[in-house]
């Protein structure tokens, strides 16, 4: 059994920052496949950022590159999101998802098996 548990969002200003982490428990973690997907009011779930199971890569959507930074610890069996120079548009349940299945980058939804219950982060202007 794999479990997700997500913490960290919250209501922040415009060029803020925020990190959220996403505990991963079951013994498969340290051979997952994790990811950061976003659903904002009305719209889509839609792919935010994505890491292979040691770390060592890690690919982004076009809309956050170069703000956003996805990274885990394997000790900690936990993902990361550090999230800065938010924007209004940023505001999203934000959900992370594991493949224990798989040791590469997954960039759909469709390629995860697991997932949280989400986090509400919300930027004003």
């Known amino acids: 059994q794999v479990q997700l548990v997500e913490s960290g969002g919250g209501l922040v200003q415009a060029g803020g920052s925020l990190r959220l982490s996403c505990a991963i428990s079951?013994?498969?973690?340290?051979?997952?496949?994790s990811g950061w997907f976003r659903q904002a009011p009305g719209k889509e779930r839609e792919f935010v950022a994505a890491?292979?199971?040691?770390?060592?890569?890690?690919y982004y959507a076009d809309s956050v590159k170069g703000r956003f930074t996805i990274s885990r610890d394997n000790a900690k069996k936990t993902v990361y999101l550090q999230m800065n120079s938010l924007k209004p548009e940023d505001t999203a349940v934000y959900y992370c998802?594991?493949?224990?299945?798989?040791?590469?980058?997954?960039?759909?939804?469709?390629?995860?098996?697991?997932w949280g219950q989400g986090t509400q982060v919300t930027v004003s202007s």
């Open positions: 079951g013994r498969t973690f340290i051979s997952s496949a």
């Open positions: 890491i292979n199971w040691s770390g060592g890569r890690t």
């Open positions: 998802a594991a493949n224990p299945g798989s040791l590469e980058l997954l960039l759909s939804s469709i390629e995860y098996d697991y």
